[in-house]
């Protein structure tokens, strides 16, 4: 009766074990894809860091240049505040405050754009790969919880290796090494997801702006007025090239017998900045030479380019700001493309189920067998709406563990081997 009664104990420990081993074995996937939800959040939060410094650094190139038109008088303040308000005449002039800075901060700008890259390309790489093969980690989970759920307590038996109590256990079941793939950040799943926050910050959005000036009326063409266009917009792909531009132009009105009334544009400030994984690193402004409209009114260079789409009656646009941005465009370099932990799609499910066979040799008595499983599944804390149902993503760290029926995994018990060290 005692010995049969031992047999039952220890019996009984090694389906506690058993259970505490697959459970930790989830539970330790579970957290590794926490942590891969989390790299993957860093790696966008880096990246919009990233979209602000692409943008300030556009934005600071044309400051720059709005203040150097400010002082050679082209135009003159004084014009604009006639026509406009003072208040604009007052941010033109605003724009000599920084001049001190002007080559400093592009610098400082690009080289926090390239330790942000770095540390994606380097850190947060280097990282994730290290968490994308988990097996001798949770080989290790099973060995420790079963050695100390058996030889330190709950069973008659007292050792430190499963070894030492007679122990061996193999996975019949694992999806932990095709659960998770890494892809590279130009498919669709990654840049939706950047291009969601990206919309989530003002700053990124187009900059048109346009006013005008009922002071100074032509009376050959009273419903037209001269106009002040502010112009910005930044424009990502998913390839990794990126581009900002920042302009600003006063648009004179005047008349002409030969086309009536059009607009002269003056450009006050211009700027373009972009990204190519292969192009060289600049950051100083090059002038050169300008279109001064001596030799050719500029009615007519205009007019000849009209298949640019340059309106001289109208439009939104700043054509001759645009053309001398690009004669000075400025170009940050990129490491190119970088990866990500995503999904499966190619495996079928939502959870990553993994079921454990563990025997003991146990004095003359037949060998003592358990079997257990579990799972790592997705859990959203709280639903948003009635009937609405959070996707498991690796985008959010709500990933949990719990056992699961063993009758629920269809196992292959050939494929594995014994482990019993």
Known sequence: MHQVGSWVHNKSALHRATDAAAYSAALAYARNLNLHAYLNRTQLAHQVAQLHLFSLAAAESFRTRLARQASARNPPAALIGYRFGLQH????????RG??????????????????DQL?????????????????EINEVLNNILTLNIGQSGSGDRGTSLEALGMRYRILHSDMERFLVINRTSDDNWFNMLQEIRARFKYFDDRRIVVRSFNGINLRCPWMQHQLRRR?????????????????SFHNLRFNRYIGCYFREYPMGWAKIQLSESGPTTTELHDRPLQTFKSKPFWKWA????????????GTRNPLAERWADQNSLKWRTRGQATYANLNPDFRGDTARIAIEVEQRWRTYPRLRSTAAAEAYFLFPERRHAGHSEQPSLFKPFWLARLVPVSLIQTRSTDRLWVSK
Do not use: C, P
């Open 99 to 116: 001049r001190l800075t002007d080559g400093y901060t592009l610098t400082a700008l690009r080289d926090a754009f390239a330790r942000h």
């Open 89 to 96: 005449a007052a941010a033109y002039l605003a724009a000599d």
């Open 303 to 314: 007019g000849e380019r009209a298949w640019t789409g340059w309106n001289l009656f109208g």
């Open 232 to 248: 910005g917009s930044l424009e990502i792909s998913r390839f990794g090239d990126w581009r900002s531009e920042e302009n600003l």
């Open 120 to 136: 994606i390309h380097e850190v947060l790489q280097q990282s994730r790969k290290s968490r994308m093969e988990t097996s001798s």
